[in-house]
């Protein structure tokens, strides 16, 4: 199977074929019996709350309607509104879905922040539709979810392919259906806008952030020096390139980098700055004057110290788990490790930060982003960054200190921490009526 990619070249599709909900499940499954969760709630967990699917027309440039399929799935409530992003990827499906919003529950739970668990998204490539192509389909997607999505019921975000510009319409199209008297009241319906919308600084490059204090906090743990560190990149969109550009602010040398382009090597160093102006201007990192292109097994097999995977799920497989040369994965993506892989880094002695605790810090600064707007309030980025430090860090110590408790690898010792908060919910609030 192929993708076009932005440049016109055909690339292999990386991405692979395992059910992600089955890993999630597995996941979920291993966590729950080792901590010996309580039946009732593991049976509650173990099932999204509402599954949306919706199909609706939108307009094309040249006057043909095309129908879409969109999604919306809400996870779990019990720690507050549902939160999570909204994807726009051909390969988006339900089932897809729903492993991105249980991952949701798990991260805002271990974060401690007052959110449940959402994740959406629309089945089509961006990069074949226009830009008022683009903001159409966002916003009859908006239109078709109608109140299933809310500022203080389920609130979006951008995740793969979609940025500020995506939520500042589906901001505009939501409010467009509120009473004028109620919209000023309604902009924390979606987090990630631009900083004019009601953006909060820093959220750009929250999730990269929170993936760098979790590599400093490994590091201090680990007697590592972050200055003479090599890393590679996969995924160089949000996440990947602001990871990057922190990296580089400690000194760390950047040997490969790979994206839907392609993939690309240099073991003087690449400059994330410049990559990213480039990516930005070209579309992807193929063609990086800097780099000398590799192919995608050789990108894998880069020796380096840290491996940050920042672009789809089911990357880090039995297959592929074998090739990797490095002593940290970092999670900056979604799932990017499936069950299979796990199990072949932990006995090749690779450390592992996991997606649910490393790439919490997008929705922690959403969530600031939300409470600024509840608020009518504007914190400067030196306060956001700071507590962004804090809750990372935090969660990083909970994580560590459940991994050491029960004698266990740091994924399950996630689950544990997020499984915990919410069993204690639940035995508060039982179960109506
Ligand atoms: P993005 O759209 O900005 O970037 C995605 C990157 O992945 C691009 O560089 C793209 O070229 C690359 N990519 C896509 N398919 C690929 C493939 N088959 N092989 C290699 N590279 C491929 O998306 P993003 O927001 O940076 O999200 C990246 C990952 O991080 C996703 O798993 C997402 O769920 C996760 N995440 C994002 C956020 C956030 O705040 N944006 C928060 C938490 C987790």
């Not at 399950?412 to 639940?426: E, G, I, K, M, P």
Request: glycine share 10%.
């Amino acid at each position: 199977m192929c993708l076009t990619s932005p440049t016109g070249g055909r690339v292999p599709v990386q991405a692979g074929n395992a059910s992600v909900y089955d890993n999630v499940t597995r996941q979920f499954d291993n966590a729950a019996e080792l901590m010996g969760l309580d039946d009732s709630i593991r049976r509650i967990l173990a099932t999204p709350a509402n599954e949306i699917t919706v199909h609706f027309p939108a307009k094309m440039d040249d006057g043909r309607v095309e129908m879409f399929t969109g999604y919306r799935v809400q996870h779990n409530n019990a720690l507050g509104p549902f939160k999570g992003g909204l994807r726009f990827h051909p390969d988006v499906h339900l089932d897809e879905v729903k492993a991105l919003a249980t991952w949701m529950t798990w991260k805002s739970a271990i974060a401690e922040i007052p959110f449940g668990g959402a994740k959406g998204g629309v089945q089509f490539d961006p990069s074949k539709y226009s830009g008022g192509e683009i903001e159409r389909i966002t916003r009859r997607f908006t239109w078709a979810l109608g109140q299933n999505i809310g500022p203080e019921y389920d609130i979006p975000a951008p995740d793969v392919n979609t940025d500020g510009r995506i939520m500042a319409w589906i901001l505009d199209t939501y409010l467009s259906a509120v009473s004028p008297q109620d919209r000023a009241r309604c902009i924390h319906v979606v987090t990630g806008k631009p900083v004019a919308l009601g953006g909060s600084l820093g959220r750009d490059k929250a999730t990269g952030q929170g993936v760098i204090f979790c590599i400093e906090e490994w590091a201090k743990d680990r007697d590592f020096d972050l200055a003479k560190a090599t890393y590679t990149v996969q995924g160089f969109g949000n996440v990947g390139s602001w990871a990057a550009r922190l990296m580089d602010q400690h000194g760390s040398r950047l040997v490969a980098v790979e994206d839907v382009t392609g993939a690309i090597s240099n073991p003087g160093g690449i400059d994330a700055e410049k990559l990213t102006k480039y990516v930005r201007e070209n579309g992807g990192v193929q063609g990086f004057p800097d780099g000398a292109p590799i192919d995608h097994e050789s990108f894998l097999s880069t020796e380096a110290d840290i491996f940050i995977p920042a672009a789809l799920e089911n990357q880090i497989t039995e297959k592929t788990a074998p090739m990797l040369r490095v002593k940290l994965v970092a999670e900056g993506a979604n799932g990017p490790t499936d069950p299979h892989g796990d199990v072949l880094l932990r006995k090749s002695g690779v450390d592992v930060l996991p997606d649910i605790m490393a790439n919490s810090g997008g929705v922690v600064v959403s969530y600031y982003e939300w409470l600024q707007n509840k608020r009518s309030e504007y914190w400067e980025l030196e306060e956001v960054d700071r507590k962004l430090h804090e809750k990372i860090v935090s969660a990083y110590r909970r994580v560590r200190a459940a991994a050491q408790e029960h004698d266990i690898d740091w994924r399950t010792a996630a689950y544990v921490v997020a499984l915990n908060r919410l069993q204690s919910v639940y035995r508060l609030r039982g179960v109506f009526p």
